[in-house]
């Protein structure tokens, strides 16, 4: 039983992840692309500004990612071309899997793809 505790200790601590214990702060941070013309209400949703920060409710590490996996989502077509979005957990950064353009790159801290078919589509 020792050395399965133990075990259980290492991957956690080896993996970044904690156990759901107690609500932690998650961080979104929100960088918007706008289409041409669309600046004011494309970054409406942060005061005026192409960037911003959110906080959400998340008991972990895994939930604050699936918040900020979440956030990706634009039904605004014609008025937001792309989002970057990053996220933190407890003060650390959480990996996206993508780059700051949307490329993959598994250390990136975006979440957020490029080739979203939600993203990029402004005319």
Known sequence: ?????LTLGFVVAATGF??????????????????KGKEAESFKKCDGQAACDKTKPANSAQECAAAALKSCDNDRLDITKYKAITAAYDGQALVGGFDAGGKPDPAGSNFCAADRPD????D
């Open 1 to 5: 039983m020792k050395k399965l505790i």
């Open 18 to 35: 904690s156990l759901p214990v107690s609500a932690g702060d998650c961080v979104i941070h929100y960088v918007r692309t706008a289409c």
């Open 119 to 122: 993203l990029n589509k402004c």
